[in-house]
Nanobody
Framework: QVQLVESGGGLVQAGGSLTLSCAFT????????LAWFRQPPGKERDFVAL????????YYAESVKGRFTLSRDSTKNTLYLQMNSLEPEDTARYYC???????????????WGQGTQVTVTS
């Protein structure tokens, strides 16, 4: 059973940067699809980015393209989300999710971390 633990959230001013980490256990990256979603207060959980284990193909939401970058360290079984040029609109709880299907829908992922809060002040 895959388990996920996120870290790296915090408080940052607009224009700043943060790097989120998603450490996973129970399986190698292999055929997994790992994704980041975010949920602002009172709103739905939205897709941010994903990486396929096979080949490392990445996809990003339009709202974060050019600002957020995924990377991975297979030796540490960790996925990273580098977030640059942060905006107040990026404020949300960020969740890492694992599944077997490449999807932008949260319902396609059956394993979730506890989330990490990102707050961007103007």
């Amino acid at each position: 059973q895959v388990q996920l633990v996120e870290s790296g959230g915090g408080l940052v001013q607009a224009g700043g940067s943060l790097t989120l980490s998603c450490a996973f256990t129970g399986q190698t990256f292999g055929t997994l699809v790992l994704a980041w979603f975010r949920q602002p207060p009172g709103k739905e959980r939205d897709f941010v980015a994903l990486m396929r284990g096979l080949g490392g193909t990445t996809y990003y939401a339009e709202s974060v393209k050019g600002r957020f970058t995924l990377s991975r360290d297979s030796t540490k079984n960790t996925l990273y989300l580098q977030m640059n040029s942060l905006e107040p609109e990026d404020t949300a709880r960020y969740y890492c999710a694992a599944g077997q299907i490449q999807s932008f829908s949260s319902s396609s992922y059956n394993v979730w971390g506890q989330g990490t809060q990102v707050t961007v002040t103007s």
